[in-house]
Nanobody, 112 residues
C-alpha cells in the first residue's frame, strides 16, 4: 500500500501557473497508473489527468493543452504542471492510484 501526499497549491491570478507535487511513501516504479483528481466547491470530484508507468498521459478535455502530468519514478513523485489557469480551475487537487486512499489534497485558487 502506498500513501500519497500532495503539495504546491496556492493562490494564483488567471493566466498564471502552478506546479503540484505528489510524494509517495514507497516506490511507484511498479504502479502502472497514477492520476490527479480535483473537486471544486459544490461539485463532484473529477479526474483531471492520468499517466502510465511508461509515461503516456491522458487529460480531461477541460485541461487539455494547459496541464501536463509527469512522473519521476526514481524520486517516487508525480507532478502536475498547470499553465494558463482559469477561475474554473479552482479546486482541491488530489493525487491517486488504485492502491492508495484519498489524502488531504492541496488547494488551488485562481482569482484576480
Amino acid at each position: 500500500q502506498v500513501k500519497l501526499v500532495e503539495s504546491g497549491g496556492g493562490l494564483v491570478q488567471p493566466g498564471g501557473s502552478l506546479r503540484l507535487s505528489c510524494a509517495a511513501s514507497g516506490s511507484i516504479f511498479s504502479i502502472f497508473l497514477m492520476g490527479w483528481y480535483r473537486q471544486a466547491p459544490g461539485k463532484q470530484r473529477e479526474l483531471v489527468a492520468t499517466i502510465t508507468n511508461g509515461g503516456s498521459p491522458n487529460y480531461a478535455d477541460s485541461v487539455k493543452g494547459r496541464f501536463t502530468i509527469s512522473r519521476d519514478n526514481a524520486k517516487n513523485t508525480v507532478y502536475l504542471q498547470m499553465n494558463s489557469l482559469k477561475p474554473e480551475d479552482t479546486a482541491v487537487y488530489y493525487c491517486k492510484t488504485p492502491s492508495a486512499g484519498w489524502g488531504q489534497g492541496t488547494q488551488v485558487t485562481v482569482s484576480s
